[in-house]
């Protein structure tokens, strides 16, 4: 064999001899560094040769030393850098935003922004809005994380803890009670005056525009000794729903018709009440002491509404009266005390209370404050109540001229104080037996409710959720023919058309839009409103956005909500602090009071059309014939020239121009020059001819007429016709 070889692999093997020996003397002492710098001072001491050798050291030297880090000072494997785990997100069944958002972490926007640019149109989203599974992971894809399915428990059905009222009451607990009796009919008919005079009382001198607007429960009890709990409805239009909360709480109706009006269009409302929540029927013709009374005309066009009085064949009682007067009152009371005895009212005064809502409102004294009618058991104080989403431990009991009662017993109104919130008017009161179970039916009700809400919003996503992917499915299949680069640049150019944002982040549109507040005095009062604006039908015209509304006098909250929105504070029958009117002026928000509902509605349509921009009309100054059409040189320019007579009134050359040939403009303008004689002037008369030239090169010829006319801004007026 060659030597030279044979000394080139002697020396291999001694060096790998002493990179083993040194890699050993590393791992105990655990120099990785000093064991480079030592292979590289060795392989120098050797004094090799050859370039490749050193290459070879250099090598074997830096992957032991890279090999060394692996290893610990104890000669234990060090741990390598972690490998980052995406965050885990545990997923369940219907989550809404909001859940989904709260499981990652992240807040509502963040679940916004992913779900950009997919099928799903997230202006119907809502915090509460349910997502379906494939969007909830889509989210979770987006946002660099991982799910995991929560662990499925076995959901038992919610158990129904809602209270029901007594559904069988014994016969030989019950007792007669008084009738409650609903006055209704057409407005300024002169229901409260009946019921002033049966009370001897003023109360339709007290009423705002001499018109009932709230349910009134009185409880009167007539000379014979018999008692009869009232309840006055209001007869005007907006309060349609205050009385057929009054016609299902009570046992009898008293129409009261006006002799001279005769049947109206609340007359025929409140029969239709009444025949619906099957209550009997006792007719008052009031104002039969006028000249122009006639009461066998109300009584025949009664027939044309099924309501047939006793004059005619049928069982329908009818009182001819003058309420203003005092004439034949005593007639109606025995009436009603007779209609009453037929009906064999009875309650029973054991047992849980039931009873229903009148009216609400919230006293600044009391606080929320319920006037009720009690239909079985005995209301005392210290009684828990549940009404609605609300309950109450009973504080004090008020009738209705302000005197503190011990007990209420059936068919009597009373108030009642120590509600937690403020129910709603027409809801059922129910006794329970204690703090606890009222927490629990309410925790219940309001359970309940936010599962209906949650399966509607569902229907109206999956609806959604179908119109898009049908839309989005006829884009597919009109770039059926193109290739997918074609198609992909399609649907890039398509998406960023749509220029989807976040819905805080979207711009104000054209449309005209009037946010309102409204704050009554009580629960039916806002419901009237409320109810009156739900017929609200121009919104192409201008948009009419309630944002907020409630019992009470105007608060800073309302101030600050009006001022967010630049809206308008309508106030019925509250107060408005010193304090806070100036709070209002400060920021310039607007805060309008009004006693009688109909000028509410007035004002609030006046405001609408303040807000529509005003048309413009064309009122005519003057009218001139074109005689003849000549030039005049003007410097270097020929300018044509129109020789004129004023036919009609004047022509003013601060004014606009029209020429009009055959019946057709053909231009509108203004001129440049108006001339008498030579003479430049500003207005030229009737019967004066005149020369004039137009800023725009037209040809005039002779017969054209040249009308003179004035632009005039005119109001608007919104075209929402509420319905008085």
């Known amino acids: 064999?060659?030597?030279?070889?044979?000394?080139?692999?002697?020396?291999?093997?001694?060096?790998?001899?002493?990179?083993?020996?040194?890699?050993?003397?590393?791992?105990?002492?655990?120099?990785?560094?000093?064991?480079?710098?030592?292979?590289?001072?060795?392989?120098?001491?050797?004094?090799?040769?050859?370039?490749?050798?050193?290459?070879?050291?250099?090598?074997?030297?830096?992957?032991?030393?890279?090999?060394?880090?692996?290893?610990?000072?104890?000669?234990?494997?060090?741990?390598?850098?972690?490998?980052?785990?995406?965050?885990?997100?545990?997923?369940?069944?219907?989550?809404?935003?909001?859940?989904?958002?709260?499981?990652?972490?992240?807040?509502i926007d963040h679940v916004y922004e992913a779900l950009l640019h997919t099928d799903l149109d997230i202006d119907l989203l809502e915090p509460h809005s349910v997502l379906d599974e494939m969007w909830v992971k889509e989210v979770i894809k987006k946002s660099g994380m991982k799910y995991r399915w929560a662990k499925l428990s076995e959901e038992k059905v919610r158990e129904n803890k809602d209270a029901t009222r007594r559904t069988h009451i014994d016969a030989a607990s019950q007792v007669p009670r008084p009738p409650v009796v609903t006055i209704m009919g057409h407005v300024d008919h002169g229901k409260t005056t009946l019921l002033d005079s049966l009370r001897k009382t003023q109360m339709a001198a007290m009423e705002a525009g001499g018109i009932t607007q709230h349910i009134g429960a009185f409880l009167v009890q007539l000379q014979s000794g018999e008692r009869i709990t009232f309840l006055d409805t209001p007869g005007h239009a907006a309060f349609s729903a205050m009385r057929a909360r009054g016609a299902c709480i009570t046992d009898i109706v008293i129409l009261v018709v006006a002799a001279d009006d005769g049947v109206m269009k609340q007359t025929v409302e409140s029969i239709q009440h009444a025949k619906k929540a099957k209550v009997p029927i006792i007719v008052a013709i009031n104002k039969c002491d006028k000249p122009d009374a006639d009461p066998e005309r109300v009584k025949k066009e009664l027939l044309g509404h099924d309501v047939v009085c006793e004059d005619y064949g049928g069982d329908v009682q009818s009182v001819?009266?003058?309420?203003?007067?005092?004439?034949?009152?005593?007639?109606?009371?025995?009436?009603?005390?007779?209609?009453?005895?037929?009906?064999?009212?009875?309650?029973?005064?054991?047992?849980?209370?039931?009873?229903?809502?009148?009216?609400?409102?919230?006293?600044?004294?009391?606080?929320?404050?319920?006037?009720?009618?009690?239909?079985?058991?005995?209301?005392?104080?210290?009684?828990?109540?549940?009404?609605?989403?609300?309950?109450?431990?009973?504080?004090?009991?008020?009738?209705?001229?302000?005197?503190?009662?011990?007990?209420?017993?059936?068919?009597?109104?009373?108030?009642?104080?120590?509600?937690?919130?403020?129910p709603s008017a027409g809801d059922e009161i129910l006794e329970v037996e204690s703090e606890q179970r009222a927490r629990e039916i309410v925790e219940w009700r309001n359970y309940a409710e936010e599962q209906r809400k949650m399966e509607k919003d569902l229907e109206v996503i999956e609806a959604k959720q179908r119109e898009h992917k049908d839309a989005y499915n006829k884009v597919r299949e009109s770039m059926g023919s193109l290739t997918w680069r074609q198609r992909k640049a399609a649907l890039y150019k398509s998406n960023k058309k749509l220029g989807v944002m976040r819905p805080k982040e979207k711009m104000e549109s054209d449309r005209l839009i009037l946010p309102i507040i409204i704050k009554g005095d009580v629960d039916g009062s806002v419901e009237a409103i409320l109810s009156v604006l739900d017929s609200y039908d121009a919104d192409d015209e201008c948009e009419l956005d309630v944002i907020h509304f409630g019992v009470g006098d105007i608060s800073e909250n309302d101030i600050n909500l009006a001022e967010t929105f630049s809206g308008v504070i309508y106030?019925?029958?509250?107060?408005?602090?010193?304090?806070?009117?100036?709070?209002?002026?400060?920021?310039?928000?607007?805060?309008?009071?009004?006693?009688?509902?109909?000028?509410?509605?007035?004002?609030?349509?006046?405001?609408?059309?303040?807000?529509?921009?005003?048309?413009?009309?064309?009122?005519?100054?003057?009218?001139?014939?074109?005689?003849?059409?000549?030039?005049?040189?003007?410097?270097?320019?020929?300018?044509?020239?129109?020789?004129?007579?004023?036919?009609?009134?004047?022509?003013?050359?601060?004014?606009k121009f029209r020429l009009v040939r055959n019946g057709n403009i053909i231009w509108n303008g203004s001129v440049i020059a108006l001339k008498h004689h030579k003479d430049d002037v500003q207005t030229v008369k009737a019967g004066m001819e005149c020369g004039l030239s137009i800023d725009k090169d037209i040809s005039i010829e002779s017969g054209d007429e040249i009308v003179c006319y004035e632009e005039k801004e005119l109001p608007q007026t919104i075209s929402w016709d509420p319905g008085f």
Not at 342 to 365: H, I, Y
Not at 379 to 392: E, F, N, Q, R, T
Request: glycine share 8%.
């Open 320 to 422: 001819n009266i003058s309420a203003l007067k005092g004439t034949n009152l005593l007639a109606v009371a025995e009436a009603t005390v007779a209609l009453a005895e037929m009906l064999e009212l009875k309650a029973d005064p054991t047992g849980p209370v039931e009873g229903t809502v009148v009216e609400s409102r919230t006293d600044k004294g009391k606080g929320p404050v319920t006037t009720a009618i009690v239909h079985h058991g005995t209301l005392k104080k210290g009684c828990v109540l549940v009404a609605g989403k609300c309950w109450a431990k009973v504080r004090l009991l008020f009738d209705e001229n302000g005197k503190i009662m011990d007990a209420a017993g059936p068919s009597l109104p009373v108030e009642i104080v120590g509600w937690k919130d403020l």
């Open 1 to 107: 064999m060659n030597r030279r070889l044979i000394l080139k692999v002697e020396h291999l093997v001694r060096y790998q001899s002493c990179c083993r020996h040194l890699h050993k003397t590393c791992r105990v002492v655990g120099l990785q560094l000093q064991a480079a710098k030592a292979v590289r001072v060795f392989s120098h001491c050797i004094m090799w040769q050859r370039n490749s050798w050193r290459q070879i050291s250099v090598t074997q030297a830096t992957f032991f030393a890279a090999k060394e880090k692996k290893w610990d000072g104890k000669g234990q494997k060090s741990p390598g850098k972690p490998k980052e785990e995406k965050p885990e997100v545990e997923i369940r069944h219907r989550m809404t935003i909001a859940d989904l958002a709260k499981a990652m972490n992240k807040d």
């Open 571 to 655: 106030g019925f029958n509250v107060n408005v602090s010193k304090g806070i009117q100036q709070m209002a002026t400060k920021k310039n928000i607007p805060v309008k009071i009004h006693h009688v509902i109909y000028r509410l509605i007035d004002e609030l349509k006046e405001e609408l059309s303040s807000k529509l921009p005003p048309t413009m009309e064309d009122s005519t100054i003057g009218e001139a014939s074109v005689l003849a059409v000549f030039e005049v040189t003007v410097g270097k320019k020929k300018i044509p020239v129109a020789g004129c007579r004023v036919q009609k009134g004047q022509l003013d050359k601060k004014l």
